[in-house]
Nanobody, 122 residues
């Protein structure tokens, strides 16, 4: 599975942004996918997950109400809709894919794409 994240950029606090992750290769269609982020000097943290067919999504607690994760009809694209962006949302955002029942830890995810930088300014 190959993953390519895009859509990052420079935005102001309060703005919205949509990130995309394009999946390709063998097996992406039945893999769960996720968005993580990593700010400078901080641990990589899970933002949200979506199951293989897009029917089940799960956004981490601190992002609920602001972020939304979706998957398109052919399962090749995963989107992260980010609203009301804050300075603390500045980070590299990465997408990941994996198969399995429990995908709660960073190490559970098998495939990683290169990240896309999101920078929020005041």
């Amino acid at each position: 599975v190959q993953l390519q994240a895009s859509g990052g950029g420079f935005v102001r606090s309060g703005d919205s942004l949509i990130l995309s992750c394009q999946a390709s290769g063998r097996g992406f269609g039945d893999s769960a996918m996720a968005w993580f982020r990593q700010a400078p000097g901080k641990e990589r943290e899970l933002v949200g997950r979506v199951n293989w067919n897009g029917a089940i999504t799960d956004v981490a607690g601190s992002f609920k109400g602001r972020f939304r994760i979706t998957r398109n009809y052919d399962r090749s694209l995963v989107f992260l809709q980010m609203n009301s962006l804050e300075l603390e949302d500045t980070a590299v955002y990465l997408c990941a894919a994996a198969k399995g029942p429990d995908l709660t830890r960073r190490d559970d995810w098998t495939y990683w794409g290169r990240g896309t930088q999101v920078t929020v300014s005041s």
